[in-house]
C-alpha cells in the first residue's frame, strides 16, 4: 500500500511537469553567421550564440552575440609626393551584439516561421592575432575603449524542432550608423535547445 501511494504522489507530481513541457519558456542556441559589410564590400564568417525567454505567448525577448572572424582585403596608399603605391592585406573582424523580441508567426508542422527586431551594437576592429578564445575576449574587453556603433536589426526566418531540439533559419539587414546608415546582409543558421 505504501508503494502504490508512493507511486500515485510520483505521478502525481509529474503530470504538471510533463504538460509544463508542451510549452517552451526557454530556446538556448549557437549558429554560423554571415555578414556582407557594404562599405568594404567584404564577406564574413563567424560563430555566435544566443538565449531567448518567452515574454509573452508567441513573443520572446532574445539576447545574441556572434564574432565573425579575421577578413583580409586589400588597400592601396598612394603617395602624392614620391609617387609610391602601397599595396597591404588589412585584417578585419566584427563583433556585434543584439537585444529585442522574436514574434513566432504560427506553427506549421512544428515550423515557425518568425520576424525580429533587434537593437544593438557592433564593434569592428583590425588585428593580426590568431582567431582564439583569448582574442574574443580581449574584443569584449575593448569594447568600452573602442568606437562601437549601434546596429538596428530587423529580420525574418524560420526555425523547426522536434521534441526539444531544433534548427533556426534568419536573414535580414544589420544596419549601422557610422556617419550615416549601413546596410548589410546578415545570415545565421544553427541549431538550438528548448526548455
Known amino acids: 500500500m505504501k508503494r502504490f501511494a508512493f507511486f500515485l504522489i510520483f505521478t502525481g507530481w509529474l ?59 586589400t588597400e592601396s596608399f598612394h603617395d602624392s609626393t614620391t609617387g609610391v603605391v602601397t599595396v597591404r592585406r588589412t585584417g578585419l573582424r566584427t563583433l556585434h551584439g543584439e537585444f529585442g523580441p522574436k514574434v513566432n508567426l504560427g506553427e506549421h508542422w512544428h515550423v515557425h516561421p518568425f520576424v525580429t527586431l533587434k537593437g544593438g551594437f557592433i564593434d569592428f ?27 538596428l536589426y530587423p529580420g525574418g526566418g524560420l526555425e523547426g524542432h522536434l521534441g526539444p531540439v531544433g534548427i533556426r533559419f534568419d536573414i535580414g539587414d544589420e544596419l549601422y550608423f557610422n556617419s550615416g546608415t549601413h546596410n548589410n546582409l546578415r545570415i545565421a543558421f544553427g541549431p538550438y535547445i528548448r526548455f
Open 15 to 73: 503530470i504538471p511537469l510533463a504538460s509544463a513541457q508542451e510549452t517552451e519558456h526557454v530556446q538556448v542556441g549557437i549558429f554560423a553567421d554571415y555578414l556582407r559589410l557594404s562599405q568594404t564590400e567584404t564577406n564574413f564568417g563567424g560563430l555566435g550564440a544566443r538565449v531567448g525567454f518567452v515574454a509573452y505567448r508567441n513573443i520572446k525577448l532574445e539576447a545574441e552575440m556572434s564574432y565573425d572572424f579575421d577578413q583580409a582585403f
Open 125 to 151: 576592429r583590425v588585428n593580426n592575432a590568431p582567431a582564439t578564445i583569448g582574442t574574443f575576449f580581449s574584443s569584449v574587453d575593448n569594447l568600452r575603449r573602442k568606437n562601437v556603433s549601434g546596429v
